[in-house]
């Protein structure tokens, strides 16, 4: 008897809420650093900022030992471009991703990361988190330094990117935490950011919060904040009932950071930059299908038949041999890997990758489905790697995949795993298990708060960190370090700063917003009914091609949502208060979306950007970032060229700014 | 057939996300309280398993599964995924899914990195 329904047989009545309920009560939380956000990003930032001296809280949806994106593992490791075996430079990955992007990613943040991620990395062995092959059980491998036993993903020969066995790598941040003393906040949902005054643009002061569990209302009152959220899946796509299994991002992930910075008035930038949603969910549990992307780079792939489908590299040219399916290609520098939010690579960077006409050539018979994963043609050292290593230490793969798939006899030296079976065309990608792209579904793809060189944001007190916190920056190693990055940075203006005061009639009015879903007639819709409406507009008003009339139509319906259906919305328990408020949070997240997608008047390759009613792909005036804020409500916008950070008031050259940023720092540290 | 019927809503298909060995469990809760998303709720019969209250929030990342020092759950997907993962084993022919009536025998290999992790705890 575990299920709901079964209990309800088993005693003829509902089980009462098994906590006690606070609602109205109010819980006052000081600190020097306020933390928002408990995935690797923030966890990091809070071990950081407790290492300074400082006071710590921090606030976590769910629970800090094992929750966010990155709370259940990692196999891999990005931009260690310092570790003793890395060929490709701070500088070279920098450029190399911004010339990618063509400008549209982050300069500031990937340079940080790439100075500091092996040190954030050997900052995790320290904590217990193992990085070397110590049980030399893949010694003598081409991926493997003899030396130094570290081991090697992608690109064997540049070395700059780390395989480690990270499944336990959210329990050990934890027990950091609790060893440090950082005091820390489970299952609350953050409902906004407070503000000198109250005002919209004045210093961050602190965040208010409601206990999922309780119905407590929760006031951070904090010198510094950082914000450390994760991204918003459920923004255009909601259906968990169908989705779960499959889906790249928790149900905490509501984009709370992002609408609470928007309302306090921090400036965003990128919002309009939407990709494909390949992982939002209906295709199949990540990496439980045959494909040949990611973990899976470089292993065979093979139809009904046994006829392998070729890989190519780079430039289209057709590779001899496995080894080279992890080396760069000739005329090429090096590869930057999969996986680190870029949408697009350029060719001296780019991975080897299947055969890009099997769409083609599965069209006019040449390989019959369905296709097969066989990893037995690599080296048993390989094959090891690939399964036992990587799929065994990812999170959303140890348990799902490795442990679900051994346990039924699944054996990769002996058995092809099947890919999905899907139309000629949906073989373009070959990260198969993300399933057919759907057109009507998009995601958010690198937008986030504008940041200077030392990850604050536009905002005095508040800073951000992590992938998408962060506008254009990165996968979970770089979370971890601009979480590292941005608590010093808080903690060094904590130490200085005036005493934080709260405005009693701002945390008044945000109490009572929100305690509104309990008060409201039971007839109200539920959260579940508001969520699937905010992602039938953000599909319907918001997908890839956009003009004035739908965007603005689209604007009208999210503000009726919130006035009309949302404001008589009912939530009967903590728990569905908590996902009604991030239902709130949604809700201004589509507006910020929308709102920056009016205010880009072209169309753009690299954001994969389409203005129907401005047609003309990349015209080069409008080749810049256009930040958004809110002052008094209203919006704000303005131009700032792709490579602000390296003019003034920054230096021109990367390490200059990266040096004066630290400087003070270093002198602090002597 | 079941002595009574009641009125319930439909199942909340096609999620269960987690099965629960009842002669394991000792309903210490520590998998309710490590979900991330708060899919269980603590059993008012003290000492019984959890009731899994918002199957349709589980993600299937496996952190109670990780966190049960008892080794009391399994992770339980959805037929819809476990029908589509299959595969086929070279050798023979045979053609495998998860989920099949009569699996072949388990593959007992533990994941790289376990002999140094039992060696710690």
């Known amino acids: 008897m575990s299920t709901w329904h079964e209990y309800i047989e088993d005693h003829g009545s509902a089980p009462e809420w098994p906590y006690p309920i606070l609602y109205e009560k109010e819980t006052v939380i000081q600190s020097d650093v306020l933390v928002v956000g408990g995935g690797v990003a923030g966890s990091h930032a809070a071990i950081a900022a407790a290492k300074q001296g400082v006071r710590v809280a921090i606030a976590e949806t769910g629970n800090l030992k094992r929750s966010g994106s990155g709370g259940v593992g990692v196999d891999h490791w990005h931009a260690a471009c310092t570790n003793p075996c890395s060929k490709v430079t701070p500088l070279d990955y920098t450029e190399a991703v911004m010339e990618s992007m063509h400008g549209y990613s982050n300069g500031i943040a990937r340079y940080i990361t790439c100075k500091e991620s092996w040190d954030t990395l050997l900052e995790c062995e320290e904590m217990g988190v193992q990085i070397r092959d110590e049980d030399d059980e893949f010694k003598g491998a081409e991926f493997r330094d003899d030396e130094t036993k570290l081991m090697f993903g992608y690109d064997y020969q540049n070395r700059h990117i780390l395989r480690i066995w990270g499944h336990n790598l959210k329990p050990l941040l934890y027990y950091e935490m609790k060893r440090l003393g950082v005091v820390m906040c489970n299952r609350i949902v953050i409902t906004s950011l407070l503000t000198e005054g109250g005002r919209q643009g004045a210093r961050v002061v602190g965040a208010t919060g409601v206990n999922m569990r309780t119905g407590e209302f929760v006031i951070f009152q904090a010198r510094a904040t950082i914000i450390a959220s994760g991204g918003a899946g459920r923004l255009f796509s909601f259906a968990p009932e169908m989705t779960a299994a499959a889906a790249m991002s928790t149900m905490n992930s509501a984009g709370t950071g992002h609408a609470i910075g928007w309302n306090a008035g921090a400036e965003l930038v990128l919002m309009e930059q939407t990709g494909p949603g390949r992982l939002s969910g209906y295709g199949y549990a990540p990496y439980s299908m045959g494909n040949a992307h990611n973990t899976y780079h470089g292993v065979s792939m093979v139809d009904s038949n046994g006829k392998e489908v070729p890989w190519v590299d780079a430039y289209g040219r057709e590779l001899k041999t496995i080894e080279e399916r992890f080396l760069p290609a000739r005329d090429q520098k090096f590869h930057l890997g999969p996986g680190i939010g870029i949408s697009m690579y350029a060719e001296p960077y780019r991975s080897s990758d299947l055969a890009r006409d099997l769409p083609e050539r599965i069209r006019n018979g040449e390989f019959q489905l369905p296709l097969y994963t066989d990893m037995t043609h690599l080296s048993e050292m390989e094959r090891r790697c690939l399964f036992g290593m990587m799929i065994g230490n990812e999170g959303k793969t140890r348990i799902p995949i490795y442990d679900t798939l051994t346990k039924a006899g699944f054996d990769p030296d002996k058995d092809m795993l099947q890919a999905p079976v899907m139309a000629p065309e949906a073989y373009q990608h070959s990260n198969f298990w993300g399933g057919p792209p759907i057109p009507h579904l998009r995601s958010l793809s690198g937008g986030g708060f504008l940041v200077d060189w030392n990850l604050r944001t536009s905002l005095e007190g508040l800073y951000a960190a992590g992938t998408s916190p962060v506008f254009g920056a990165g996968c979970h190693g770089e979370s971890h370090t601009m979480g590292r990055y941005a608590a010093r940075k808080a903690a060094a203006y904590a130490k200085t700063c005036a005493e934080p005061v709260l405005d009693r009639k701002q945390v008044a009015a945000e109490k009572s917003r929100a305690y509104q879903p309990i008060r409201q007639s039971k007839r109200g819709a539920g959260w579940k009914e508001l969520n699937h409406a905010i992602a039938r507009v953000m599909q319907d008003y918001c997908g890839k091609y956009k003009n004035e009339p739908i965007l603005q139509r689209g604007l009208s319906l999210l503000r009726d949502l919130r006035e009309n259906e949302g404001a008589a919305a009912f939530a009967p328990n903590p728990h569905e208060l908590g996902r009604m408020l991030e239902c709130f949070s949604l809700i201004t997240l589509g507006e910020l979306v929308m709102h920056a997608s009016l205010a880009r008047k072209c169309s753009n390759t690299y954001l994969d950007f389409h203005r129907i009613d401005y047609p003309q792909m990349d015209p080069p005036e409008w080749a810049k970032h256009i930040p958004l804020r809110q002052e008094d409500g209203k919006i704000r916008m303005r131009e700032l060229p792709l490579d602000f950070h390296l003019r003034a008031p920054y230096a021109p050259a990367y390490e200059e700014n990266y040096q004066a940023a630290n400087k003070q720092e270093v002198l602090g540290h002597a | ?121």
Do not use: H
């Open chain 2, 1 to 121: 057939m079941p002595d009574k019927v009641y009125m319930l809503p439909n199942s909340p298909a096609p999620n269960k996300g987690m099965n629960f060995d009842a002669m394991r469990c000792n309903g210490c809760n520590q998998c309710v309280e490590v979900c991330p998303t708060d899919v269980m709720m603590p059993n008012p019969v003290k000492k019984t398993m959890p009731i899994v209250l918002y199957p349709e929030e589980c993600w299937f990342c496996g952190a109670c599964v990780e966190e049960c020092e008892r080794d009391a759950i399994r992770m339980t997907q959805p037929v819809g995924q476990t029908i589509s993962v299959n595969w086929l084993r070279k050798e023979t022919g045979e053609y495998f899914r998860l989920g099949m009536k009569n699996p072949p025998p388990p593959n007992l290999r533990p994941p790289s990195g376990e002999k140094r992790r039992r060696r710690r705890v």
